[in-house]
Every structure is written in C-alpha cells, then in structure tokens.
C-alpha cells in the first residue's frame, strides 16, 4: 500500500478515509437510534442508558467536528509518520478550546438528539392507573353505562374507571364540569360526557383534545348526522356515546288516543277534544313538560320547526338580520310560539297547574296514572312504561331536538391513549347494541340500528334522522337560558305570546360574541 521511498499510495489513502468515515458513521447512527430508544418512565437501567447515549452524543459530535482534519491529514500526508497519541490527544484537546469547534460540537448533538426524537415510534401501549369519567349519569348496577363500565374494567385491570358524578340540572351539570377542566381547575377528569349542546363550548376553550381520526374507531359505521355532534371548526373533539330525540307516546287503551299526524294532534285542540271525550280519570291531552330548565327550549323550538320557523335551522345555524344584531323570528316561528301558549293556558291539553314544574320523569308518572292521553319523551322512556300502561311509541309527526351525549378525553389528563381506548370501547358496535336493547337508549352506529330486536327501532332511527340540531355556539348554556326566559315570558303573557322586546338582540350578542 506504500510507494518507494515511504510514501502512501492514493489507494491506501483512500481506504483510511474510507474507514474514517464509516467509523464516525457508525457511532453517530448508534448515537441516534439511541436516544430514539430512551425509555420512560425513568428507572435505574434507562438513567444508565440515557449517560450512555449522552456520552456517545458528546463522542459522535466531537468526532464529527474533527473528521475534516483528519481526512485532509490523510490526504496530504506524504509518508509514515509516527505521532505519538499524547500529541494526537493534545491536538484534541487544544481544537476543544476553540468558540467554533465548540459550537460545531453542540450543533451536532442537537441534531442528533432531534433526529432520535424524530424517529422515535409512537406510543402505543396505554398509560397505567385510574380513568375518572365526570358525568351526570350515577352509578346503578342495572344501567347498562354501568354493565359496560365492569366490563372495562375486567379486561383492563391497569385503568379502572371511576366514575365523578355531576349532580343537578343541565346547567349546573355544565358548571361542575367547566369547573373541572377550566385551566388552574381540579382536572379530576379523564373523559368528560357531555351533552352534545356543550361541544363546541369545551372545544373553543381548550377544555377537551383534538380527537385524531383512525381506522379503530370505526367512524364510517356512526350515523353522519350523530357523529357531526362531536366536530367543532372542521375537527373531531369525541365520540357519541348515545344520541336522542323526541318520541309520541299515546295510549292505546283509550278510544281516541291514536297516533298524532301533526303537532296539533298531541298539543292543541284537536287533542283537547279527545282528552274530552276519553275515559273517566283522564284529565288532559298531553303530559307537557314546561320546567324552567331546557327542556323549555326544547319544547318551544319544536313547536316553532312545526310551523315552519326558520329562525334556528336545522343544522345548528341561526338566522339573523342584516347586520347581525337581532335573530329573524319568521311568521312561522312566531305561530310556533302562539301555539305552545295556547296549549299552556287550555287546562284540557295540559295540566295547567303542573307544566311548568313538570320534567322528563314527572311526565312517566303522570302518563303512566292515566291523566294524560299523550307524552312527548326520550326513547329511555319507554322501558318504564312497558307492562305500566298499555302504549304505542311513533316517531314525531315534525322534527324534534336531536340530543345526547358524547365523549371527549380531557385536555388535562395524563393518559390520553387509555381515555381514547375508553371511548373507543364505549361507543364500539357491540356496546351500542348493548346500550339500545338493555337500556332503551338510542344508539349512534348504523349496526346497532341493523341488528337491534326491539320493537319500535325503525321508528327510532326515523326520529333520529328526522331530528335538529340546536343552535352551535360555544355559549350555548347561556343563549338557552336567556331563550327559555324569554319563551316563559311570553306563555305568561296568555295567548298573544308576545315576546320581550329585547329577546331578538340579546340573542344575537351572545351569538356574537
């Protein structure tokens, strides 16, 4: 490999850079993979690793910063020389000295620690410890949420739930839990339940994740409609964990009682007339629900959807003026409004003296004693009337108020792949099927709805496709409760139903906000 007289051939030249380089190559790969290996949580094997990988780093940049020296050495040297390695060391150790070689070594160290990081794989396995679910459902061994919940639990014996109970009415539901999640709040949670009218609230204010879209989650299978509920500016933030909308009750031991064709036929005369002509006990037509809760906004936007109102469209938006200080109440909506006051003030298509304090429950109780011919409800209902009063359920005759509840992984929490694989299972088809047939609650996945026994499943799917959106804004809680106060207004006002005059722009600057 060596001329006459000493010299070094170009090829062995070649081979020793060659060398050289595949040398630094090397220790620089290892380097990289690495810290592209480093383990967490920390224990006293990945602390021994990360000195490890942090002294290779130091060796990799060092070596890299040197190697052009070394091959222009190389190159020019003429002949054997013999360098001792003090002098080599010495070398070193006077170019470590200099602000440039330095700044070289650090640049290749951070590059070297971002391209490990870059490389590292994703986390897949799921963070140990305890899930808390906050939510306004308790715990009941017969409520099929629960059944599900043990089965989690069973199968994933390092993440148990525990269940937060939100008590009260919706608003103070959605306090509890802005509470919760709200930056310098408890964060107690993991996964929040959340109405679907409380989406685009705890999206806009940072208050749940970005729900990554992914083949495990089977969202081609969710009804279009219901998985819209959980999307907020273009991104997914949930899963529906179950979806709503309102269902005829009607009596079918009663003469008269049959199933209503329009929303007159179960709240205005036509059902005035047949609550009159029923059997002894029966007192009004329908087992109204009034309460000063939102179950009011509900009722009212459904009696205004079957006038035709176009003021709060059925895909969530709100109609407004031109200049966007007022919502639009059309003629329609306005009739809507005259109607449901009307009903309110009849004592024979409601009980006059209970309709405002009358919720959900109150009004399975009073359908359930006879005193109504007719109940607008939740599908849930229905499991508690069965062998109670004999009945038929339909699908409303006009859209009603599509509800639910979704599931969404808290921005706070520190296990963000567990509370996904939580809601994955939650909403998966086997437990939607689960949900519908043991706890009467209607299910967000198209297989559930293909596969269900229970008898009134088509005209389930017909209410839930049927049904509208309420208004989106992530001031929901309060547009509803200044709606609602304004609905109460104008009932109070008898029949004209006039409405505050104020009602339209104090909407409009929530809305606006």
């Not at 790969?29 to 002294?55: I, K, Y």
């Not at 679910?133 to 017969?142: G, K, L, R, V």
Request: with cysteine; proline share 6%; net charge negative.
């Amino acid at each position: 490999m060596s001329e006459p007289g000493g010299h070094w051939s170009p090829r062995y030249r070649l081979v020793l850079i060659t060398i050289m380089l595949l040398v630094v190559l090397a220790v620089t790969t290892v380097s990289t993979l690495l810290v592209a290996d480093v383990d967490e949580p920390w224990t006293a094997g990945s602390v021994a690793r990360a000195v490890l990988v942090a002294v290779l780093a130091l060796f990799s940049g060092i070596c890299v910063n040197f190697l052009p020296a070394a091959v222009l050495r190389v190159w020019r040297q003429q002949g054997v020389t013999d360098l001792p390695l003090r002098a080599v060391i010495g070398k070193v150790v006077e170019g470590l000295k200099r602000p440039l070689k330095q700044a070289g070594i650090v640049l290749v160290v951070a590059a070297i620690v971002a391209v490990g990081l870059v490389l590292r794989p994703p986390e897949v396995g799921l963070e140990p410890g305890r899930l808390v679910i906050m939510t306004a459902f308790n715990e009941s061994a017969d409520d099929p949420r629960t059944i599900l919940i043990k089965q989690w639990n069973q199968t994933h014996p390092e993440n148990p739930v525990h269940i937060d109970f939100a008590s009260g009415e919706p608003d103070q539901q959605n306090a509890r839990m802005v509470n919760d999640a709200k930056p310098g709040g408890p964060g107690l949670a993991d996964v929040y339940v959340l109405d679907v009218v409380w989406m685009a609230q705890f999206a806009e204010f940072g208050y749940i994740r970005e729900f990554e879209r992914s083949a495990s989650a089977e969202l081609g299978d969710f009804l279009p409609k219901v998985l819209g509920t959980c999307a907020y500016r273009e991104k997914l933030w949930g899963l529906p964990l179950n979806t709503d909308a309102g269902m005829l009750y009607y009596r079918t031991d009663v003469a008269g009682a049959i199933r209503p064709k329009t929303w007159k036929d179960y709240y205005g005369p036509p059902a005035a007339a047949a609550a009159a002509a029923a059997v002894p006990g029966v007192e009004a037509a329908n087992a109204a629900q009034l309460d000063d809760e939102e179950i009011l906004t509900i009722t009212a936007l459904e009696a205004m959807w079957a006038e035709g109102g176009e003021a709060f469209g059925k895909d969530g938006q709100v109609a407004l003026n031109e200049d966007g200080t007022a919502v639009e109440f059309g003629a329609g909506d306005l009739a809507g409004i005259r109607n449901l006051a009307a009903a309110y003030h009849d004592p024979g298509i409601v009980l006059t003296g209970e309709a405002r304090s009358t919720t959900d429950d109150d009004a399975v109780r009073t359908f359930i004693d006879g005193r109504t011919l007719y109940m607008r409800n939740w599908p849930v209902a229905r499991d508690r009337l069965i062998g109670e009063v004999e009945f038929e359920v339909a699908a409303a005759p006009s859209p009603s108020v599509l509800g639910g509840q979704n599931l969404a992984v808290s921005a706070s929490t520190d296990k963000p792949r567990a509370a996904r694989a939580l809601i994955e299972f939650l909403t998966s088809p086997s437990s939607q099927l689960i949900l519908s047939e043991i706890g009467g609650f209607a299910p967000t996945r198209q297989s559930a709805y293909d596969n269900a026994r229970r008898d009134d499943i088509q005209e389930l799917r017909t209410a839930v496709d049927d049904a509208r959106l309420r208004p989106i804004t992530p001031h929901y809680v309060e547009f509803s409760r200044v709606f609602r106060e304004g609905i109460a207004e104008a009932l109070d006002t008898g029949q004209s139903a006039e409405l505050p005059p104020d009602l339209r722009s104090a909407l409009a600057k929530i809305l606006n906000r």
